[in-house]
């Protein structure tokens, strides 16, 4: 769902023509730095698992938590009660080469299953930004280091891939490494350039483990986010989790 949005944004960034990241080289090495080594989640680490997705939801970020100017954006299946959309649509040419990698940024309970609870949140924000968090919790935090694991080892195997988005549109995205303070159990960081008809985007991200929680931040915009905003989004989102009273 975040690479087909971030597709969208890609979409309306080329018919209104104001990205200032056209003016630079698509998918430039300027934003990326090599991918970092796996960090191993400990598999005994202490917290009970969110068994209510409601609860979980409830300990997620807010637009308290993120800077001004952001608002919430309602879920069309959870909070609008729409029906699921149709991925077998004949009218959707989205695709993914290597087709692992349509993997990249889904939401944690995709990437690995057996989850006791999920829930996401999406913002956004000024000039087409945008700030979404999904959570999985897992019956064991043997789990939830597995689904830390799987989401790296995707990872390394989708440093340079392509694809199409829904009408068709060639995309290329580049995922390399980013710095951070540890947050959680256990953390990784990467940065992941879409590119499409000359427009590019910026995703920083993180992901975190708490207890039997995986948490994943992904802040996106033309370009990247301000170091100490997202440390601070990071913290605060991994304390919510950790505070919370699990369900």
């Known amino acids: 769902m975040r690479a087909s949005a971030i597709a969208a944004v890609l979409?309306?960034?080329?018919?209104?023509?104001?990205?200032?990241?056209?003016?630079?080289?698509?998918?430039?090495?300027?934003?990326?730095?090599?991918?970092g080594p796996m960090v191993t989640a400990p598999p005994d680490a202490s917290g009970a698992p969110f068994t209510?997705?409601?609860?979980?939801?409830a300990a997620l970020l807010?637009?308290?938590?993120?800077?001004?100017?952001?608002?919430p954006v309602a879920d069309p299946e959870e909070d609008l009660g729409?029906?699921?959309?149709?991925?077998?649509?004949q009218s959707d040419k989205s695709s993914t080469d290597p087709a692992l990698c349509s993997a990249v940024l889904s939401?944690?309970?995709d990437q690995h299953p057996g989850a006791a609870a999920s829930a996401s949140a999406w913002f956004q924000g000024p000039n087409f930004t945008t700030v979404d968090q999904d959570a999985t919790s897992y019956p064991t935090a043997a789990d939830a280091a597995q689904a830390f694991t799987d989401i790296q080892t995707t990872l390394?195997?989708?440093?340079?891939?392509?694809?199409t988005d829904a009408d068709g549109v060639d995309v290329q995205y580049r995922v390399g490494g980013r710095d951070g303070r540890p947050?959680?159990?256990?953390?990784?960081?990467?940065?992941?350039?879409t590119t499409s008809d000359g427009f590019s985007l910026v995703s920083d991200v993180v992901v975190a483990m708490t207890g039997?929680?995986?948490?994943?931040?992904?802040?996106?915009?033309?370009?990247p986010i301000d170091e100490g905003v997202f440390e601070d989004m990071t913290h605060a989102a991994v304390s919510k989790l950790a505070s919370a009273p699990a369900s």
């Open 183 to 193: 947050a959680g159990d256990a953390s990784t960081g990467f940065r992941l350039i």
């Open 52 to 57: 209510d997705s409601a609860v979980l939801r």
């Open 11 to 35: 979409t309306a960034l080329a018919v209104s023509a104001c990205s200032s990241a056209a003016d630079s080289e698509p998918g430039s090495d300027e934003f990326l730095a090599p991918l």
């Open 62 to 71: 807010d637009v308290g938590d993120l800077p001004v100017g952001f608002s």
């Open 156 to 163: 390394a195997q989708c440093t340079d891939y392509s694809g």
């Open 107 to 109: 939401p944690v309970a």
């Open 212 to 223: 039997c929680t995986v948490t994943q931040l992904v802040a996106t915009g033309q370009e």
């Open 82 to 89: 729409l029906p699921p959309a149709s991925e077998a649509a």
